[in-house]
């Protein structure tokens, strides 16, 4: 028995304009993804679908489907190609959730039950894999060798990105560099994706193809940072999600690194004892948010994220002028807004 799952509920806060935007343009498309979506995860297990609904029903804005549409619209490619691939790259992403909250321990997503909360960690990874194996079947409908190699690629660099968060996890010795490596392999490489696979759809040369990668990875590096900072903002609440997350799990994010370097003897024995021993006590998220306006790490972390806007800005100088390239524009302004 199918299970229907309303893609349009769970939003615990209004779209933006420039996401608007973006989906005004790619509307028709945008909805044959949903459908494409609804359909794949179907199963005669019943557990699969109905975990699976429940992650994605909860929202978010399906900001890379959306990246793969535009990228498409705005190279020329008006056919059935782009949704498929679309969905494929959802489906990645949405895997890639259901693990997380798993090797998180997660209890929330986006302000609702996690799906390991409530089914267990057990089904969440398996679940996951089902998905990424529906995600591995579209491409493989797709037909396009070269669409298939960006996007399994893209799937292993992630799973290294997140193998190696974890071996920085709790490591105040972390650099802004190991940091950035992270960030691109867990977040940066399915934006770059996802951006990249419509080059190919529309069958645009290989220094299209790299614009819209660089694009992507620097979009998913500047969402990444926003992200990372607005942990410890008082914003996050706004958008469903709980601040300090990422400070009580003892994850090294470029404030956390910032704040450290900067930081006196005594600041950083608070770091190693609350972020490396997760010996956390009350007031301790408090003062890490203070060391860190203290030391300037959230405005330069924000200050970072817009000049990999700014980069990623620059790659789509090679694209003739028109509406999908101004609300893509618009998208990255959109991200390092966020911050604010």
């Known amino acids: 028995m199918a299970v229907v799952v309303n893609l349009e509920t769970g939003r615990k806060e209004a779209k933006p304009d420039a996401l608007d935007r973006l989906t005004e343009l790619v509307g028709a498309d945008l909805a044959r993804v949903n459908q494409l979506i609804v359909q794949n995860m179907q199963s005669d297990v019943q557990l699969i679908p109905q975990l ?12 890379r489907p959306l990246l793969t549409l535009a990228s498409a619209h705005m190279c020329g490619y008006r056919g059935d190609r782009a949704p498929g691939l679309a969905a494929c790259v959802e489906f990645i992403h949405t895997a890639t959730l259901l693990h997380d909250d798993v090797v998180d321990e997660s209890a929330l997503r986006r302000g609702e039950a996690s799906a390991n909360a409530v089914w267990g960690n ?44 974890l071996m920085t996890s709790n490591d105040t010795a972390t650099t802004e560099q190991a940091y950035l490596e992270v960030i691109k392999g867990k977040t940066a490489a ?12 529309g069958g645009r040369p290989k220094v299209e193809e790299d614009a819209l990668q660089s694009f992507g990875l620097n979009l998913g590096i500047t969402f990444q940072l926003i992200d990372d900072a607005l ?24 404030p956390v690194i910032l704040a450290y370097l900067r930081g006196d003897a005594e600041e ?32 330069d972390t924000v200050a970072r994220a817009a000049h990999y806007g700014a980069i990623a800005r620059d790659a789509l100088g090679i694209f003739p002028e028109g509406p999908e390239k101004r609300a893509l524009i618009d998208v990255i302004d959109f991200c390092i807004d966020r911050g604010f």
């Open 122 to 165: 057990k089904a969440s990874v398996l679940v996951g894999d089902f998905l990424f194996s529906r995600a591995f079947q579209l491409m493989v409908a797709d037909g396009s060798l070269r669409v298939l190699e960006i996007l399994s690629t893209a799937s292993a660099v992630i799973a290294e990105g997140e193998v190696l968060q």
């Open 268 to 299: 950083r024995a608070f770091w190693q004892r609350t972020l490396e021993k997760v010996e956390q006590e009350d007031g301790d998220l408090r003062h890490a948010i203070q060391l860190m306006e203290r030391h300037g790490a959230l405005k």
């Open 190 to 201: 399915l934006f770059a994706a996802a951006c990249e696979v419509g080059a190919v759809v």
């Open 52 to 63: 699976a609904g429940h992650i994605i029903a909860a929202g978010g804005k399906r900001l």
């Open 231 to 254: 942990d410890y903002s008082a914003k996050q609440e706004t958008l469903g999600k709980a601040v300090g997350d990422d400070f009580r799990e003892g994850k090294i994010t470029l």
